[in-house]
């Protein structure tokens, strides 16, 4: 399973490096310069070397005005204690209700079942009901079973290779992990 193994992992890094490098070249809002300022994360549920590819998220502080500037990220699905791609993994293989082997891995990363209910929560009413979401639905035809999330939307992108179906989720997720990102989504930018 891609969600436990560390070259995934160090890929994803040089995606969020990107993402922050253009962040940082953009600068802040009020125009000022941004400085790193990086948040310390430990993930759960990754192992040792991948987690090494996931301790900490990048985010810069503006050097005139303070102001916090979080860039988009395929590690971090918001403030989550597991990354991302185990939170999809997981959900899609619950709400596909996956094979034998495939249940199997799911319970070696070790998520909590009260966690796993809550994300499946989290997929059926909070995500459906972003302005991300609403946006972002026309874009698939046949319409997403929003019932089955992730899995339905991760079978829309398993046609896109490279880089692989849940890379191209996340990347097509990200602008959910950003404030600031979310913010030029409303505004239809
Ligand atoms: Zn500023």
Redesign the pocket.
Same mark, same amino acid.
Do not use: N
């Given at each position: 399973m891609r969600a436990n193994d560390p070259n995934f992992y160090q890929l994803l890094l040089r995606i969020d490096q990107d993402y922050a490098d253009q962040t940082r070249e953009q600068g &802040?809002? &009020?125009g000022?310069v941004l400085h790193s300022a990086r948040y310390p994360r430990k993930p759960r549920g990754v192992s040792h070397e991948a987690r090494y590819h996931c301790d900490f998220r990048y985010s810069f502080c &503006?050097a005139?005005?303070r102001?916090r500037t979080t860039p988009v990220s395929v590690r971090f699905l918001g403030r989550r204690v597991y990354v991302g791609a185990i939170m999809v993994a997981v959900s899609a293989t619950r709400a596909s209700a996956g094979s034998a082997a495939a249940m199997r891995q799911l319970d070696d990363l070790g998520v909590p079942p009260a966690t796993i209910a809550r994300w499946r929560d989290w997929w059926t009413t909070d995500f459906v009901s972003t302005p991300f979401w609403t946006l972002g639905r026309a874009a698939f035809m046949p319409p997403i079973d929003t019932a089955l999330a992730p899995a339905s939307l991760l079978e829309r992108f398993v046609a896109r290779r490279p880089p692989g179906p849940l890379l191209s989720l996340l990347q097509w997720l990200s602008p959910l992990t950003s404030a600031s990102a979310m913010g030029a989504v409303r505004d239809g930018r």
């Open positions: &802040c809002l &009020c000022g &503006c005139d005005c102001r």
